[in-house]
């Protein structure tokens, strides 16, 4: 029996609020490459995320850990946005990167695991649908966008059903 081939692509920005905001605890890293590798064979884990300069503490511990376990890192500067008010906040928008990662890898995977609750990948995985792909999409039900929701039905796997498989222990 040939194992299915995975790619994993986790929106690093959303996949932290995710945890910080509505979650209220974190995934380990290990352990959700573990619960995917039960459903094939991961062939790659790519992990996108804007990169402040100079690299912050934390998260450049974190991203070291992540090269370790076995992800790949797609990182982008964060850029300063000046709002109407007077306030800043900072953006690195990996969406477009994501979708062709996901469009030229297409090739050496059978199963796309998107890691976002960003609506903004309904067409992506419309057209990995038509190209005869699967995919899987994963995080919660307050944190995924109803397009994204709508279109993964069955596909869809919330993080909270799946605690026990992927919580950090602290």
Known sequence: MIAIKISIFIDGA???????????????AQKLLDYIREKGKIIDAFYYVGKGI????????YLKVLVHIGYSLVTKDLKTIFMDDGKTTQKANLDVEIVLDMFN??????LAVLISGDGDFERPLQLLRARGKRF???STPK?????LRDIAGMHFVNFE????????KQ
């Open 14 to 28: 959303n996949y932290f609020y995710m945890q910080k905001n509505d979650l209220k605890w974190w995934i380990d």
């Open 161 to 168: 059903d799946i605690r026990k498989d992927v919580e950090k």
């Open 105 to 110: 890898t297409i090739e050496h995977y059978d």
């Open 143 to 147: 944190f995924i966008a109803k397009e």
């Open 136 to 138: 899987l999409v994963m």
């Open 54 to 61: 100079p690299p912050e503490g934390r998260q450049e511990k």
